[in-house]
């Protein structure tokens, strides 16, 4: 499974005469081991620019998108599902977009950090997920089912261990 979204963020500071450029940041994520499997910084975000990052990511069975009309354009390997009402198919990937703007401060909300062109964010992002991607690896890895003793109440008997190490550790 793979899903993918876009991120609307601005670029370089202006009087307020003028406007700001907007910019968006366009990721693809596979559920299992959670990872980026591509990404593009653009000013447009395209079928084109989309189709870019589909055709250069490993194939998948599903693609799930929100309701974005753009990803009607791009041809997907596997099966497209659009899902125009909720979040339901793209929760990971809207997880993974929270996880970009609490890491990266240029991408965070009402931030006084910015990035004055498309190539510093480009580069930001790269670092990033490389980051991203080594950590969501070995988190994979290490966790294993945790069985607890029969007497215990707990009504999850499988429970996931929290892996010793963060994200930070792989920067």
Not at 7 to 21: C, M, Q, S
Not at 76 to 85: E, M
Not at 102 to 125: D, K, N, P, Q
Request: proline share 5%; glycine share 4%.
């Amino acid at each position: 499974m793979v899903e993918m979204d876009e991120l609307y963020w601005f670029l370089a500071r202006k009087p307020k005469t003028e406007t700001r450029e907007n910019c968006y940041v366009i990721a693809m994520i596979s559920r299992e081991p959670r990872q980026i499997l591509g990404f593009s910084a653009t000013r447009n975000k395209s079928a084109t620019t989309i189709q870019r990052i589909v055709d250069n990511a490993p194939p998948a069975e599903n693609y799930c998108t929100d309701g974005y009309l753009g990803y009607l354009d791009v041809i997907f390997p596997g099966r497209h599902i659009r899902n125009i009402r909720d979040k339901s198919d793209t929760h990971n990937i809207e997880s993974v977009n929270a996880d970009l703007r609490h890491y990266i401060s240029g991408l965070a909300r009402r931030s006084r950090c910015f990035y004055r062109s498309l190539e510093t964010l480009e580069a930001v992002l790269d670092v990033f997920v490389d980051a991203y991607n080594a950590y969501g690896e070995a988190k994979f890895k290490y966790r294993k089912p945790v069985q607890h003793k029969p007497e215990t109440t707990s009504k999850h008997l499988n429970l996931w261990r929290d892996p010793p190490f963060s994200i930070f550790d792989f920067l």
